[in-house]
């Protein structure tokens, strides 16, 4: 398994402010995810972030609004940009390990206001 | 429809019961299949892997249907502690790609 580290655990945001979320792992791994949980739905993935190059954003995220920076296999940063409201979500930092088995940091509870 | 699909309950069941839920998919290339448990305000954790042959951990036992796209997860002798929501993960099938995608979990409740 892997110790993730996630912070900050929660955070309340004004409307048009930017947040960064910060993921740091006891080990070095090659997969790292972002995901998003709203109330009451499941796991939506955010992007992939990959280091050393850009990060792989699925349908429906883009990098102005969600840019992620990797540098280096224990570490990665996920800003969310000009918040609204809706963006109002539980943010989790992945690790893929052997088998695609995910272990998950303990999220960051995000209110924007 | 959607990619992986859940009854999402809840399972209100008695101490000492038998429980199962089930979980379609969509895409006939995924691969890999994990049943993920989340409590509450809590980040999900992995419970257990599906293998085509089935397979057990204790209480726990999980099976895939490939040719009707399902799993499912049976829990025998339910505690108190069971209760949370269950999530099924399937992975997406594309070549490289080694993301997984979540169902919307079936919540369980066990009763005293």
């Known amino acids: 398994s892997a110790v993730i580290s996630q912070k900050p655990s929660r955070d309340i945001c004004q409307r048009g402010t930017s947040l960064t979320i910060q993921c740091q792992v006891d080990s070095q791994v090659t997969m790292m995810f972002w995901y998003r949980q709203q109330p009451g739905q499941s796991l939506t993935l955010i992007a992939t972030a990959n280091q050393g190059s850009e990060a792989t954003y699925e349908s429906g995220f883009v990098i102005d609004k969600f840019p992620i920076s990797r540098p280096n296999l224990t570490f990665s940063t996920l800003t969310v940009s000009n918040m609204s409201p809706e963006d109002s979500s539980i943010y989790l930092c992945s690790v893929g390990l052997t088998n695609e088995k995910l272990f998950f940091g303990s999220g960051t509870q995000l209110s924007v206001l | 429809r959607k990619e992986v699909e859940q009854d999402p309950g809840p399972f209100n069941v008695p101490e000492g019961a038998t429980v199962a839920f089930n979980c379609t998919y969509s895409?006939?290339?995924?691969?890999?299949f994990f049943w993920y448990r989340q409590d509450c305000r809590k980040e999900p954790k992995l419970l257990m892997s599906v293998y085509s042959s089935g397979n057990e951990d204790g209480r726990f036992t999980a099976q895939l249907n490939r040719a009707s796209q399902y799993i499912s997860l049976l829990i025998r002798d339910s505690k108190l502690s069971d209760s949370a929501t269950y999530l099924c993960v399937v992975n997406k099938g594309d070549t490289g790609r080694r993301a997984l995608t979540f169902g919307s979990g079936t919540r369980l409740q066990v009763q005293p």
């Open positions: 895409n006939s290339a995924s691969q890999s």
